[in-house]
Structure formats: structure tokens, C-alpha cells
């Protein structure tokens, strides 16, 4: 019990003292991802999916040019993980279905993974980006906190050269803080990476690509009687007019839900990560060390979990449209 | 009475929607945990399939904070 309270009162200085040497200044929050310089649509969030989507590809690449019939390490848990997701694919989809389903699924699944990873680390990326002069909206960070890698501060007045001197990174940089130089001069900082999902066009993007893929497979599978999924008339011969009319909007709902449907997916994502590093953000700057660390195994819980959710709700939703009406109840 | 800018309500709006939103979603998947632990404490071989319909459900019961989350960005930065 006294090591606890030992524990406990150390760990509180600890952080007072590290609270002092290294305050952290709040970064700027913005919700929409930013342009680096490359043309308006070219985001840090797009780089960040190009450099991931090319890391996945390249690992694949590796793994898959040299499979041994006895796997070692590396092949033993990217089969253990393929495995798990076809178990679930095979488990949940119709049996002719599930070799279609399962390359799409499994695919958006590991890189969902990776981008919902790659918020953690946001307070580190966060602090490497081209420098802007913050003009009226306040909310910068003033000139002091601010490092500067091989360059001076008066390149602030122009912006190409600052995407130059934050880009360049050179092998011994030239660190020097402005202090004095121009104090008052408040900057924002536009990280070079962002997390690709916390951007909402990329989850817009995969939210529309699944939900389209489910009309498609819906119409492959059952033809144009696909279609009295929406548009329900037989109630009309069968049930009596009451009961016709209530099936034919219920229909009617039904395609309305579909396009709900795509906006709860990409604000789901988007929503979960994007708060994710907002709550990163915002910790880090109030406690410094220690307690931060809660957050970020809580935010690993949520990347795997929001992945998981997206990919079972896309293999779900696959699966309802290509069963037949009679066995759907 | 002093003269409140129009900005004071977006942000007070944008909080209460998120914030009132909120509260029935997170009931819901309250009860949907409930239910599942209690499914897993008496069936404890289904535990995969119980935890996969729950993480479904947890989902739907998400979708409506979502919604709520959507009005707010929206009072925020579109109105």
C-alpha cells in the first residue's frame, strides 16, 4: 500500500517537473485536411494514404514472392491475420459469395488498420510542416515555440520558400530558435502527414465504393427482382391495400436508408479518428508525460475496433444483398 | 440585455446537439454490452458469433450519434 501512495506522488512530480522543462504549445485543429503546396486537392492526408498504400503494397510484395511451406516469423502472422479475416468472411457470407467478398474486405480492412494507426501519431507529425504566417484568424503558435530547420524566419513573408526550408530536412539541420527576432509574429504549422482517416474524403470515398459494391452484388446475385427490395408492390395482391400501402413505404425507406447508410459509414470513421487525435492534441498539451499513455492505448483499442466495424458491417451489408428474399427471415 | 452575436447560438446549438445526441446512443450500447456479456456468461463457446452481432449492433446504436455529430460540423462550419 505505501509503494502505491510512493508510486502515485512520484508519478505527480514527475509530471509537475516535466509539465515545466517541456510545456507542449496546443497545435492547431483543423478539421478539413490541408493543401502542402502542390495544388489545392493535393492534402497532407493524400500523401500520407499514397505513402501507406505503397508501404502495404511493397510489404505484400515481399511476403508474397517468398512463401515457404513451413512459414517462418513474418509469414506465420500475416497468415495467422488472413486466416482470422477469411474464418469471419467464410463464417458470415453465402458460400458462393465469400471468394468475392473476401479479397475487397480483407484489403479494406488492413489498410483501414494502418491509417487508423497512423493518427497516434499525430503529435509527433503535427510539429513537422510548412510554416504560414497565421494572419488575422489567431489561433497560431507564436514565433518563440517555434524551431526553425535551416532557414530564418523572415522567409515567413514568403511561402514558397518556407515549404522549401520545411521539406529540405537536411542531414545536420541547422537549428536555431527566432527568439528575439521577431517576437508578436504568430505562425500555423500545416503538417507534411496527416492520418489518412481522419480526413473525410478518404472515408467518404471507401463508404461509396461499399455501398455501390453492394447494389452491384445485389443485382449480380438476384437480377432485377433485386430491385422489389425497394420498390415493394406485391403486398398489394396478397395482404390487402393497409398492408400494401405500409410495405411500399417500408420500401421506400429501405432506399433511403441506403444512402444513410453511406453517410454513418464515412462519419463513423471519420468522426472516431478525427476526436482520436483531437483528444491526442488536447492532452498533450495540458499533461506532458505519463497520463498521455492512457490515451494512447485507448486510442489503438479504437483504430482496430473502428477497422474491425468497418469491414464487418461492408461483409454484413454483401451479405444481405445477395440473399434470397425467402431466407433473409 | 446585451446584444449576443449570432456566432454565440451556432456554438452553443453545435454543443447541444452533440452533447443531447449523445445521450441515447450511449444507453443503447449500454444495453447492447449488457446483454452481450450476459449471453457470453451463460453460452461461453458463442462467444464469436455474440461478439460479432453485438459490434453490429454497437454500430447501428452509433450511426445516431453519428447523425448528431453530422448536424454539429454542420451548425459549425456550413450554416
Do not use: C
Not at chain 1, 113 to 137: D, Q, R
Not at chain 1, 276 to 281: F, H, N, T, W, Y
Amino acid at each position: 500500500m505505501a509503494k502505491i501512495i510512493i508510486g502515485i506522488v512520484v508519478s505527480i512530480v514527475l509530471i509537475i517537473i516535466f509539465q515545466i522543462i517541456l510545456p507542449v504549445p496546443m497545435a492547431a485543429i483543423s478539421v478539413a485536411a490541408e493543401p502542402i503546396g502542390l495544388g489545392p486537392t493535393f492534402t497532407n492526408a493524400l500523401v500520407t494514404s499514397f505513402v501507406l498504400s505503397i508501404i502495404i503494397l511493397a510489404f505484400a510484395f515481399v511476403v508474397g514472392r517468398s512463401l515457404k511451406e513451413r512459414p517462418g516469423g513474418v509469414q506465420n502472422i500475416v497468415e495467422l491475420i488472413i486466416e482470422a479475416l477469411d474464418g469471419l468472411v467464410n463464417t458470415i457470407a453465402p458460400k458462393k459469395w465469400a471468394p468475392t467478398f473476401f479479397p475487397i474486405l480483407a484489403t479494406i480492412f488492413i489498410f483501414l488498420l494502418f491509417a487508423n494507426w497512423f493518427s497516434l501519431l499525430t503529435p509527433l507529425l503535427g510539429s513537422f510542416g510548412i510554416i504560414h504566417p497565421a494572419g488575422t484568424h489567431g489561433n497560431g503558435i507564436p514565433v518563440e515555440e517555434v524551431i526553425f530547420i535551416s532557414g530564418s524566419p523572415d522567409s515567413l513573408h514568403h511561402e514558397e520558400e518556407g515549404e522549401h526550408q520545411a521539406e529540405a530536412e537536411p542531414t545536420e539541420p541547422d537549428i536555431h530558435s527566432a527568439e528575439g527576432e521577431q517576437s508578436g509574429l504568430e505562425v500555423i504549422i500545416v503538417p507534411l502527414l496527416r492520418a489518412p482517416s481522419s480526413d473525410l474524403n478518404l472515408t467518404f470515398a471507401l463508404a461509396l465504393i461499399t455501398m455501390i459494391l453492394v447494389q452491384i452484388f445485389g443485382f449480380r446475385e438476384r437480377g432485377l427482382s433485386y430491385m422489389t427490395n425497394f420498390i415493394r408492390l406485391d403486398g398489394f395482391k396478397d395482404k390487402g391495400v393497409v398492408i400494401g400501402t405500409i410495405d411500399f413505404f417500408v420500401g421506400v425507406l429501405e432506399l433511403v436508408s441506403e444512402f444513410a447508410k453511406i453517410i454513418s459509414f464515412s462519419f463513423r470513421l471519420f468522426g472516431n479518428i478525427f476526436a482520436g487525435e483531437v483528444v491526442l492534441i488536447v492532452i498533450s498539451a495540458l499533461v506532458t508525460f505519463g497520463i498521455l499513455l492512457i490515451f494512447f492505448g485507448l486510442e489503438i483499442f479504437v483504430g482496430v475496433i473502428q477497422a474491425f466495424v468497418f469491414f464487418i458491417l461492408s461483409l454484413v451489408f454483401f451479405s444481405m444483398a445477395t440473399q434470397h428474399h425467402g431466407e433473409e427471415h | 440585455m446585451e446584444m449576443l452575436a449570432p456566432e454565440t447560438f451556432k456554438l452553443l446549438a453545435a454543443g447541444l446537439a452533440m452533447g443531447l445526441g449523445a445521450i441515447g446512443p450511449g444507453i443503447g450500447i449500454g444495453i447492447l454490452a449488457m446483454g452481450a456479456l450476459q449471453a457470453i456468461g451463460r453460452n461461453p463457446e458463442a462467444q464469436g458469433q455474440i461478439q460479432t452481432n453485438m459490434f453490429i449492433g454497437i454500430a447501428f446504436a452509433e450511426a445516431v450519434a453519428i447523425y448528431a455529430l453530422v448536424v454539429a460540423l454542420i451548425l459549425l462550419f456550413v450554416v
